[in-house]
């Protein structure tokens, strides 16, 4: 391993309007390690990133690098010296091309001009040899957020970047993206390249990491040898307490099979999904689990009225209903919680009460000034359940941290009187105690006699919080479980190979 103290954070302090984000925060990442950095949301780590690279200034201390005091105006400055970072939103130009974004900032001219087939030449090598799957002459806003994200390794390891920082890279991706994720990673390792790793999936950490620092309310708590540390210690160091942290059910089941609230038969749409029936029953947590392509957020989607049926038929509560649109969705009883929240669950230039308030908003028509009052005190009231940080409802939902960003969205449906709830991967980059939270939420929710499907990628979960499971294969259902059927060998199965018709 290379010099000790390689990148040193040095008294980091960032403030934010009315919250400090991170408080003398000092430690050090060794030339060659995989450094985690934990914590709950909002415990700063994504705003150590950004200071790191320039997107943020530090409100004090500074970042050393090999010993130098280092200050970035911007990311790219930051990665032309060297450091990359693999991030969430998207910095890449959605109307240009996958050649044109890796080469972005690196180009290569001939007499003066891009020159376009370099580029894609470069770019069909680069991708080869990662073993990704993607065309440099496709435009970035056809591809998936997961997609986007290899693409952003791709860049990193073409730009020769000594450091390369990753916040929350799994969250997005299949779990075939996934396996080449850590093959690139443990390449990159082998090269002797720096890593930061961001995650909520205790074990990516293991799995991955040579050490990590805890940070904890902006506040730097320790750092771990991973290789003799156990999942109980590093979940207490973040939290502060014990936490239960295993999906599982607590309550009994509330299926009652002699009431289906929900029936779909043959949902089709033409290249994406086929022939989808199922029915889901009041007081049952359905689980739809399978891989990236199986098309489970188009299903949900469609049956919420935002994309159009080619074929197939919807009952609510056993009448053939027609869902034209969201809100005719959320008037027949349906709510969905999207999977992408960030472009799909809230408005940004809306503060927390108005977003929480979005989906119910005759519950809060009078006069306008009580309607703000009113949405105000909802917004406290549900901030508590999903334990939102900070708890100001006027706090712009778009500055929260990216799992509070998440809490708002859940909280916009618990305001709701909707029977039926979907949620896609609703505990997508939510930390350790909050997902303890969500699930126990649900458990209440069904005990109120309401039907949840839960859309999901983490097989853990699914088996842990289901009543039944599908298993969802290209656009198809390959499989209906039970509880008591259920196991990580059947369920993978089916994900992997479909429907086994002899
Ligand atoms: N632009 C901003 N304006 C005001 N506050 C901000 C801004 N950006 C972040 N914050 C606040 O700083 C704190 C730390 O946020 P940060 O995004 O670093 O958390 P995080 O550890 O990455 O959390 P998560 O796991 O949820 O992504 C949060 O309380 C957040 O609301
Ligand atoms: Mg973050």
Known sequence: MGKENYIEFSHVTKVFPGCKALNDVSFSIKEGEVHALLGENGAGKSTLLNILHGVFLPTDGEIRIDGEPKRFANANEALRFGIAKVHQEINMVPELTVAQNIMLGMEKTKGGLLNGSYMEKETEKLLKR???????????RNLSVGQIQLLQIAKAIYSNARVISFDEPTASLSSEETELLFSLIEELKQDGVTIIYV?????????????????????????????????????KSMVGRDVAMFAKRLKPSRVDKSKVVLEVKNLSINNQFHDISFKLYKGEILGFFGLVGAKRTEVMKAIFGADKLDSGEIYVNGVLTKIASPNEAISKGIGLIPE?????????????????????????????????????????????IVDLKPKDPEFMTDNLSGGNQQKVVLAKWLSTNVDIM????????????????????????????????????????VIGMSDRMFVMHLGEIAGELQREEFSEETIAMAALEGKRNG
Do not use: W
């Open 130 to 140: 990662l073993r990704i799957n993607i065309s440099p002459s496709d435009k970035i």
């Open 340 to 384: 992408n929240r960030k472009t799909e669950g809230f408005i940004k230039v809306m503060n927390n009460s108005d977003n929480i308030a979005l989906p119910t908003l005759k519950k809060f028509e009078t006069n306008h000034f009580t309607s703000y009052k009113k949405r105000l005190k909802n917004c406290e009231e549900i901030g508590k």
């Open 422 to 461: 979907i949620f896609d991967e609703p505990t997508k980059g939510v930390d350790v105690g909050a997902k303890s939270e969500i699930y126990n939420l649900m458990e209440e929710l069904v005990e109120q006699g309401k039907s949840i499907i839960m859309v999901s990628s983490e097989m853990t979960e």
């Open 199 to 235: 995650s909520h999936r205790m074990d990516e950490i293991f799995k991955v990491a040579n050490r990590a620092t805890v940070l904890r309310d902006g506040a730097y708590i320790q750092t771990f040898d991973v290789a003799n540390l156990t999942k109980e210690e590093l979940v």
